[in-house]
């Protein structure tokens, strides 16, 4: 029983089952509800947070923060509108399997730890759009099953992504702030240390759950 509601709630945390049977009861244009419910799944997404976490943990400079999560809000909207509205498929469980493997990647970035252990450092800017088509994808996943109305399915979409982007700008504006602090700390580049050993076990433990859920079901 208790591996049963692990893998229900591996499965089901991007979209709350009250936001299901919203989005399967309705139909037509709808831009409000949907930018409020893009917005809401950005704001409680604990996956798609600790992936913007860890790419703005060692980013001082505004420019490069908004280069960052521009690239990854581009991969994140384009294969969301492209999953639903192409119908394009995939095991979800699989697909968050290999977001938790992002935060995993994006820590060990951060602890500098490819270039210690194998003498190469990845493109970050291409591992950001590339993990970001997975997060967009993993929702469209989820998406796709509600069986969503074709009548104003694009507008809706498109009004999903705003409020994916707004509820990330809230996000980042409170990291950012949170950080900003931090980092005046003395011990903050020991505790970075600790933080992002932390960040990488919450990705093993993200992956585990959704390999676990996919075998169980």
Do not use: C, N, P, R
């Given at each position: 029983m208790l591996i049963s509601s692990l893998a229900q709630t591996a499965y089901a945390h991007g979209v709350t089952l009250g936001d299901q049977g919203y989005i399967q009861e309705i139909s037509g244009i709808n831009l409000i509800p949907f930018i409020y419910l893009g917005a809401k799944h950005m704001v409680t997404?604990?996956?798609?947070?600790?992936?913007?976490?860890?790419i703005i943990f060692f980013?001082?400079?505004?420019?490069?923060?908004?280069?960052?999560?521009?690239?990854?809000?581009i991969g994140h909207s384009s294969t969301l509108l492209i999953g639903v509205f192409f119908d394009i498929s995939a095991n979800a469980y699989?697909?968050?399997?290999?977001?938790g493997l992002s935060?995993?990647?994006?820590a060990l970035d951060n602890l500098n730890a490819f270039k210690k252990w194998f003498g190469f450092q990845p493109n970050t800017k291409l591992a950001t759009?590339?993990?970001?088509?997975?997060h967009?994808?993993?929702?469209?996943?989820?998406?796709?099953e509600f069986e969503l109305a074709e009548?104003?399915?694009l507008p809706n979409l498109i009004a999903f992504n705003i409020g994916v982007e707004i509820g990330q700008l809230l996000a980042l504006s409170l990291i950012l702030i949170f950080m900003g602090f931090w980092r005046k700390h003395p011990k903050f580049m020991q505790q970075a240390f600790i933080s992002n050993t932390l960040l990488m076990t919450s990705g093993f433990v993200l992956m585990g759950y959704q390999l676990s859920a996919y075998t169980l079901n």
């Open positions: 997404g604990y996956d798609h947070l600790l992936f913007l976490f860890g980013l001082f400079k505004l420019k490069d923060v908004g280069l960052y999560v521009s690239i990854f809000a699989l697909i968050d399997a290999i977001i935060v995993v990647y994006k759009l590339i993990f970001g088509l997975f967009g994808f993993g929702l469209a996943t989820k998406i796709q009548e104003g399915l």
